[in-house]
């Protein structure tokens, strides 16, 4: 008789083979860490010898489930913040706590924890996307698990990556090295078509092409990012890839979401597989997708918990569960996404997803030994009825939870046994997970403080000179004074006008200053609107403040570009009161005796406060040529006969609260 | 120093207070099934001395959860069957068996099981909803655990009472009696507008009001429910009810998946409270309920698991991350329903929803010793973020499991202590259950083996006389016999004319026989439809057939009205092949020599087979009298000129396969 390295005997084996095969009192045979044997308890153990026997009386011997979405290293971040819009988590928190905090280091220790997590739950194969994919890599490696591991590629600079052709040259290295492991698929991941340029999905393609490896992206995860696509290409997001021969590449597509018939069929026909993760697209409220629909054209969907930090963990109970409730709820068919086939989307399904069925996603001879022990004997999963062959399935998805896994096997080492994880030890790991949160913790608790620090996280601002010299006069005709700006005392270098609407953020705490969001509309000389900014601007308090009639002011000024909503901005910084001042602008940039100045012509049109104001205003770091220039200032008045107009000292928020009775933040 | 009987020392105890408060360090202080001290450790510990003192280092305080809406006994049908509609799992199943199982026994057995599942994690009060619900009542007081028992009452007769007049005479009885029990309040439970009428809601309010005790029902559960009560009242569910008296009552609704802004505001106004059921409501397909409209008009909205038999567990930390999960996708906003709200609801708001907030939902002095220990502190839980104030509510509604929950309090007794239940011996328990499942597989598998024993299983069934006699002949004129018919021979006593939609259900067994749906729309004199009738008829094969040209049948029929629609047979039945055969029917009963025939002249409006036939029959229990009738339709024939007409053996379903060239059933 030939000898095998183990039988599991007394098993009812769910086998999820072609034939949806289950098998009472059924064992398997494992050698060399393949699947030898998987049939009657009997039959099997009168065919093969075993120096080791498992017994799994009264339990579920299944496939072991594949996560077939997930940034394992983003353990360490879960729920460092929750219940926030998706722009306001991801550049608000997750994105400036990786920039800062994602290492070799980082990456290692959350994939370690990751694991402990997915083994306890039963999984036995997850498709990574994350930074320093190759630690991700040797870690789960190492703890003997199974991974679809992909190297991020993103147009900006990463965590590890100074420019995407870093990321490009380490994907190659990476696959190259890793090729052949017996655990681990390199692969490459081109983040999302919003990330990427449509060159690096080409290059991203032709490497997976290149090293036959898989090619893992996130395709159509918000309507947002299909809008966008249809109003810049005419097209949505699943055509606009394909031009770009991303499905030369064997793919893998995270979420998608938002996706049509059309859609559905082409990555039906490119052999796409697609990760669908029900708690995270609930959780960050992407929306339904259209799971039914993707497997009825044959599609191969797996699921997936993506990220901890979107979930908030790696539950694929939890997953199985969710993917089929909200398909029936969706539909308005609860006969819809039964349990044997979210079931089958979470092992034989999620392996084809990830093209690795060939090796795993069912018990069958010749694949390998990847497998789980499942209890469902305990007092939530019971009673048992048998009269339908599809209880069975019912009972893993509909009652079965994480803890219920007691024995994990990969590859046909025993990666845990009664609930003990065998090949990790997990205290001094969640040790220094602890440390990360406490330093992360640090890190948000300053910035959180400090505007200026989450405008800094949120990225692209930058400082403006220190020194502003201004006047501002209350004006009731300003033709005579334009029209001495116009002759010879005065060289006019620039002409603009603006209509200008201003959204001032306010704080209770008067150090933090004050934030102003900016809309600048361009008008041309026929009066139309040519073209708006926006623009973020955080002006600190006056640390000194000087002369009458003429200001000079020495405070930090800091202006980056408002690349989103102004709703993006009220959430993220939370300010305790705004204010709205809108204005027509009328600036000239002159050359007076040396020196450069605006001059703005303000018509305000907020309600309540005069109307036409005439500024005088230049910035500079040097406090000596400050003084100079606000000498100059009452010069210049004197030119423009101003000299007798009224000078206002208050700013325009200022004005707005006193027009408005109020003098601090209301919300 | 005043004694308190337990002090729980070093918790973070997460209050559920009005201000929200989270107490590091904490500790309670619990006299007399009380409350009597929350704060400090160090505070509580130097204002009390305690006999008993529980360590809860690293571990959370929670307020006991409060499982809004259940049927605590249908544990016992926990995954009996899943993924059918509603009206198959509730008519076809589950009501079904509960006829059959349901009685005291079934009912202690299942809520002992329950209450051992919710305390296991960390449900410490439940709302129920069931038959025999005095024995839910003192299972529940025996286990110790709190509960709102709510004795069902339904138009028709139901496992605990012949009629409805029983239900609500043992209502007042068990309310009567147990009035002030410590943990149990008694309640009525008109289960639902459409399973009661106008008069039992009124009845159950009354008898609430008179009682001062709450009131618990079924509202709004699925649109089609809204529907009916819109066309049937011109008004939603929640008006209607209202009309009825119902909110003079304390009112606990459950469900109101359908309900718009203006009942939203009823129900507001009326002080009811209501349970939401995520898993449920996804699970059934019932559709996503307006919870963010809900708590934002001020609603009380607890959460409920609803019964196992459509969840399948009594797990609150799913149904939490549930509520919240679907609150963000369905309306677009993931800051929607935050986790700190979701806890809310699973506590102070279902306090209140269940009319108890006087005395549970928050650790504060006052109230009853209501309370779970919660271990937050294992791997897929960390690490532990600390900046946000909400973390600790982000931890336990999104990554929190019922299996951290480890030790769990009610009214001051212990019944659980790490994780070991105090008051239940659960392995008797579990193997009486078993023994129902047995019992129940049993009754379904013979019931589903037999087409017969399954319309029997939904009400209604008669069985019909056992013989037929039938003659059937292909006419080309049917002019000259209708004379003929109308001549002296024969007395014409009632002539009807239809027009007749079959739907044959065939089956492979052909000892299933066959199953027709039948819509009958009469036509009257003046050729327009008057009424329609719907009826299922199943034919047995015939056990004897004789003569050529009469033919004399003995077979089994049973008649039934079809209350459901043609897709609800189709699923339950689940036939192997279906057939439409639509005809004009012309009928006559007659009287001819002292016995009654029917004679149908039928023009068969489906394609493919001859078009006019002429049908003589008649039914009879007895055989003797079976054959003088066979004997009769010969003489019949000759009198109405027919001795030469073709006949024809064949039945219209056969006659219809032959047309269609099929001999065997085709899905």
């Known amino acids: 008789m030939p000898a095998a390295d183990w039988i599991l005997t007394n098993a009812t084996i769910v086998t999820m083979d072609d034939e949806g095969r289950i098998v009472e009192d059924g064992a398997v045979a494992v050698q060399g860490g393949a699947l030898v044997a998987v049939g009657p308890a009997a039959e099997v153990r009168s065919s093969f010898t075993a120096a080791n026997v498992h017994d799994c009386r009264g339990r579920l011997l299944i496939p072991g489930l594949v996560n077939a979405h997930t940034h394992a290293p983003m353990t360490l971040l879960r729920g460092l913040a929750d219940d926030l819009r998706l722009d306001v988590w991801l550049l608000g928190y997750m994105m400036p706590v990786e920039r800062e905090f994602v290492s070799a280091d980082f990456c290692r220790l959350g994939t370690l924890l990751a694991c402990a997590e997915m083994i306890r739950s039963g999984t036995t194969c997850f498709a990574d996307m994350y930074y320093h994919e190759e630690v991700v890599a040797k870690a789960t490696a190492e703890v003997g698990l199974r991974a679809l591991c992909s190297q991020t590629v993103v ?8 420019s995407y052709e870093d990321s490009l040259a380490a994907s190659r290295d990476f696959i190259s090295r890793w090729k ?26 032709r490497l997976a092409v290149e090293f036959d490896v898989p090619l893992h992206t996130h395709l159509a995860e918000t309507l947002q990012e299909v809008e966008q696509w249809r109003e810049d290409y005419d097209m949505p997001v699943i055509p606009w890839v394909k031009k770009q021969g991303l499905f030369d590449a064997k793919v893998l597509a995270a ?17 796409a597989g697609v990760a669908h993760n029900p708690s995270s697209n609930l959780k960050l409220a992407s929306g339904f997708a259209p799971v039914v629909a993707m497997l009825e054209a044959g599609l191969n969907v797996g699921i997936g918990t993506d990220g901890p930090a979107s979930n908030n963990d790696l539950d694929m109970f939890e997953e199985m569960r969710l993917a089929s409730f909200i398909a029936k709820a969706v539909t308005g068919d609860p ?21 690795m069925a060939d090796k795993i996603g ?6 390998r030994a990847d497998l789980a022990v499942v209890d469902l004997d305990d007092l939530h999963a019971r009673p048992h009825f048998g009269r339908s062959p599809d209880a069975v399935y019912s009972r893993l998805v509909y009652t079965g939870k994480a803890h219920d896994v007691t024995d994990v096997m990969v590859d046909g080492r025993w990666l845990m046994r009664e609930r003990s994880l065998m090949t990790l030890d997990v205290a001094p790991l969640l040790e220094a997970a602890g440390e990360y949160a406490r330093r992360i913790d640090i890190f948000l608790v300053k910035r959180e403080g400090s505007v200026l620090n989450k405008l800094i996280a949120i990225g692209g601002a930058e400082q403006e000179e220190s020194y502003e010299v201004q006047v501002k006069l209350r004006l009731q005709d300003s033709a005579p004074a334009l029209a001495r700006l116009r002759g010879p005392d005065f060289e006019i ?39 708006v900014r926006y623009r973020l601007t955080l002006t600190g308090p006056a640390r000194e403040r000087e002369y009458e009639h003429s200001v000079l002011l020495s405070r930090s000024r800091f202006i980056a570009p408002a690349t989103h909503s102004l709703r993006f901005y009220r ?22 005796r040396d020196q450069e100045f605006f001059v703005n012509l303000d018509t305000i049109v907020s309600q309540g406060f005069d109307r036409a104001y005439l500024e005088v205003k230049s910035r500079t770091w040097s406090r000596s040529d400050a003084e100079v220039k606000a000498g100059l200032i009452l010069d210049m008045l004197r030119l423009l006969g101003l000299e007798q107009a009224e000078p206002v000292a208050d700013e325009y928020p200022d004005l707005a609260m006193a027009a408005e009775g109020r003098t601090r933040p209301e919300p």
Chains 1, 2 share one sequence.
């Open 155 to 162: 147009k900006f600079p990463s965590p590890d990556a100074a």
């Open 180 to 205: 052949s492991h017996p655990l681990i698929v390199p692969s490459v991941a081109p983040h999302a078509p919003y990330t990427c340029t449509a060159e690096i999905l080409q290059d991203c393609a």
């Open 255 to 271: 979420h998608c979401v938002h996706i049509d018939d059309g859609e559905i069929h082409s990555l039906q026909h490119a052999g």
């Open 335 to 355: 006969t819809a996404l039964p349990a044997r086939q979210a079931f089958a989307m979470a092992t034989r399904l999620g392996a084809r997803a990830l093209h």
């Open 362 to 367: 069912s018990l069958e001879v010749g694949k």
């Open 493 to 531: 270098l620039r002409t603009a006008h603006y209509q200008e609407y201003d959204t001032y953020f306010l704080f209770d705490d008067p150090a933090q200053g004050r934030l102003r969001y900016r809309e600048d509309e361009f008008v041309d000389d026929e009066g139309t609107v040519s073209n």
């Open 571 to 592: 959430e993220y910084f939370s300010p305790q009161g705004e204010l709205q001042v809108n204005k027509d602008r009328r600036r000239w940039l002159i050359r007076f």
